[in-house]
């Protein structure tokens, strides 16, 4: 089964910080797709990005940047310069090959103006 | 926003009753999970719907049921609540293409308070 951990319960930065979020994973499967999704006090769960195993290339995506590295298995995503609506709770995910998230336990991240 | 709804958003049942919760899925999208939040967790899959079959489902008990219609849209069911049932409902609907690679998008959710 698949699992992830999210180390780091909350954040707390001051705004135009950079700050990175820590993600570790398990699974068995020899290829699978990695993501990110953002929880505002309002409930809803925002999708941000989605990673493949294969390609361990990092990216930027406007603020927001990841780094996958299989070896140890971890994706980390990094938001520049942090603005008071980044403020939330952000979850890793990992799905099994039935497309059923795994979850991480999120981290809090709070953004002080 | 995503395009799928939820209802209600907020709901207050006491131990033992019943409760129905609905969802309606992203246009296009054949197939509907559902998670249970509880407070300061993350999402627990529950089940989850393809063409109106059951296609997968977590660790939870009978009493938790579901349905998806023609249309895609689906229901939660749960019986005889519980106090630990208390918490966010999320259903997310995508593609089932299979292999773990389809993003799956939320409804905002239905709290659900058990006393």
């Known amino acids: 089964a698949q699992k992830v951990t999210q180390a780091q319960t909350e954040i707390s930065v001051v705004e135009k910080e950079d700050v990175t979020l820590d993600c570790v994973y398990e699974t068995r499967d020899t290829t699978y797709y990695l993501f990110w999704y953002k929880q505002p006090p309002s409930g809803e769960l925002v999708f941000l990005i989605r990673?493949?195993?294969?390609?361990?290339q990092n990216e930027i995506s406007g603020r927001y940047s990841w780094n996958f590295q299989k070896s140890t298995s971890s994706f980390n995503f990094t938001i520049t310069a942090s603005q008071v609506v980044d403020s939330a709770v952000y979850f890793c995910?990992?799905?099994?090959?039935?497309?059923?998230?795994?979850f991480g336990t999120g981290t809090s991240l709070t953004v002080i103006p | 926003e995503t395009g799928v709804t939820q209802s209600p958003t907020h709901l207050i049942k006491t131990r033992g009753q019943q409760v129905t919760l609905r969802c309606s899925s992203q246009s296009g999208h054949n197939t509907v999970s559902w998670y249970q939040q509880a407070l300061g967790q993350g999402p627990q899959f529950i089940f989850q719907y393809y063409r109106e079959e059951e296609n997968g489902r977590g660790n939870f008990p009978p009493r938790f049921s579901g349905l998806q219609f023609p249309n895609y849209s689906s229901e939660l069911n749960v019986n005889a609540l519980e106090l630990d049932d208390s918490a966010l409902y999320l259903c997310?609907?995508?593609?089932?293409?299979?292999?773990?690679?389809?993003?799956?998008?939320f409804g905002p959710g239905t709290r659900l308070l058990v006393l």
């Open positions: 990673r493949n195993s294969f390609d361990e």
């Open positions: 995910a990992l799905p099994n090959t039935g497309n059923q998230f795994y």
């Open positions: 997310a609907s995508s593609l089932a293409r299979g292999g773990g690679q389809e993003t799956q998008y």
